[in-house]
């Protein structure tokens, strides 16, 4: 059985830091594309950022670029989502995605159908 287990997820305040990490099990993730969506209260959930599956290629949506990075460590099985300078706006429930089928590209968000159970962030201005 495929799981995706989000943790790192809390309160912070406005400017501060969290890593959050994502543990794949039941999945080799080497061969498939990662990413990080969003979904705040009230709201649509939304894409973060994504990483290719070699890790060479990321995207990321514009609400987040220059603050948060996504990586990949394979070898562990794992994500993660270093989101520095945060925002009231960045408060939301944070979930990790990966595509059914190996070798996808990361340019349509839309590839990113399986999700965990996703993690609270809390940024208090």
């Known amino acids: 059985q495929v799981q995706l287990v989000e943790s790192g997820g809390g309160l912070v305040q406005a400017g501060g830091s969290l890593r959050l990490s994502c543990t794949a099990s039941g999945l080799t993730i080497n061969t498939y594309p990662m990413a990080w969506f969003r979904q705040a209260p009230g709201r649509e959930r939304e894409f973060a950022a994504a990483?290719?599956?070699?890790?060479?290629?990321?995207r990321y949506a514009d609400s987040v670029k220059g603050r948060f990075t996504i990586s990949r460590d394979n070898a562990k099985n794992m994500v993660y989502l270093q989101m520095n300078s945060l925002k009231p706006e960045d408060t939301a429930d944070y979930y990790c995605?990966?595509?059914?089928?190996?070798?996808?590209?990361?340019?349509?968000?839309?590839?990113?159908?399986?999700w965990g159970q996703g993690t609270p962030v809390t940024v208090s201005s």
């Open positions: 990483i290719s599956w070699g890790g060479s290629a990321t």
């Open positions: 995605a990966t595509a059914r089928s190996r070798y996808l590209g990361i340019s349509n968000p839309t590839v990113f159908d399986f």
